[in-house]
């Protein structure tokens, strides 16, 4: 069975870092895209940003326009980990956080396989 654990979300003023991680388990992700989306009340599951591959064996990230700049994502293949690590947090990053995993990636939420439950970012002005 595979699963998807977040963690590493909370509460943070305005101007603030947090990092989070997902942990999977029950099958390695090394070589499929891996990345996080976001959903904040009343609102749709957005993209956030993705790691994977483009020929060969090298991963590139990919981001959301709205946090170009500001959260990077990174991955630990030995430890099937995906961080993402985001600074300068504004009030409007304010959302649940899902990882993800697998499938063809992209943007689009319905090209992952994997999910995980989500971890709860709350950015106070």
């Known amino acids: 069975q595979v699963q998807l654990v977040e963690s590493g979300g909370g509460l943070v003023q305005a101007g603030g870092s947090l990092r989070l991680s997902c942990t999977a388990s029950?099958?390695?992700?090394?070589?499929?895209?891996m990345g996080w989306f976001r959903q904040a009340p009343g609102k749709d599951r957005e993209f956030v940003g993705a790691?994977?591959?483009?020929?060969?064996?090298?991963?590139?990230?990919d981001y959301a326009d709205s946090v170009k700049g500001r959260f990077t994502i990174s991955r630990d293949n030995a430890k099937n980990t995906v961080y993402l690590q985001m600074n300068s947090l504004k009030p409007e990053d304010t959302a649940d956080y899902y990882c993800?995993?697998?499938?063809?990636?992209?943007?689009?939420?319905?090209?992952?396989?994997?999910w995980g439950q989500g971890t709860q970012v709350t950015v106070s002005s």
């Open positions: 993800t995993a697998g499938g063809p990636g992209g943007t689009n939420w319905s090209m992952y396989t994997y």
């Open positions: 790691t994977s591959r483009r020929g060969g064996r090298t991963f590139y990230a």
């Open positions: 029950g099958r390695t992700f090394s070589m499929s895209p």
